[in-house]
């Protein structure tokens, strides 16, 4: 039986744009001459099978949140390219998705509908997302006025009650207090097991990993180092990194 693909990267590039430090007093007609490229990532390829779970490790600055964002949407490649094979995709990322102006409420619409949700859906599904988030009367508050923990707590909720055929989570299962990063992990674990989902995971910890993906994909300076079995990639990153 040929197994299904879920997402396809190929010769994927992305790069920033920024300024060379320099002194204020520079000229402005110089100003492209003091353009600085950061190649964020470097011409990476891979497939992820359709139920797979498969983690992105790699030292800060590796271009993980980079693929993420890549993946979803956020970022257009410089070159390369993504193919979703036709699922539906959300990114679950602090600071990523929200208009801090509306309320909490208000966003839990807005995030929906961007994800290609009904009104109709999201009204079915309201009253267990504000359940999950927890958050008591803040749901009624700009987004503005929530701690990071608040955040965090919602963007969750949106993201793992309106249920996409991939799910993009970056570093978020290690936010908010001790009961809610429990609650959180219980999702997680419930959701994945959907033989139907696929699932990314970026995070720093490497028990995290362990314990959720299948597979890992391991990023360094915006390059593929290695992409396989957990117990085989996170062996050769722990000594890599141990080695630093």
Known sequence: MEKEIAITVKDLHVTYRGLKKT?????WTKL???????HALKGVSFEVEKGKILGIIGKNGAGKSTMLRSIAGIFSPDKGSI????NTISLLSIGVGFNKKLTGYENIYLSG???GFSEDEIKAKEQDIINFADIGEFIYKPVKT???GMYSKLAFAITAILETDIMLIDEVLSVGDAKFKE???NKMK???SDENRTVLIVSHSLETIRNLCNEVLWLNEGELMAIGPADEILPKYQEY????
Do not use: F, P, T
């Open 23 to 27: 002194s204020i007093r520079a000229s």
């Open 32 to 38: 492209n001459k003091r353009i600085e490229l950061y």
């Open 83 to 86: 193919n979703l094979h036709g």
């Open 113 to 115: 509908m961007l994800l």
């Open 146 to 148: 929530y701690s990071s």
């Open 183 to 185: 609650k959180s992990y």
């Open 190 to 192: 419930e959701l994945i």
């Open 241 to 244: 990194m141990d080695n630093l």
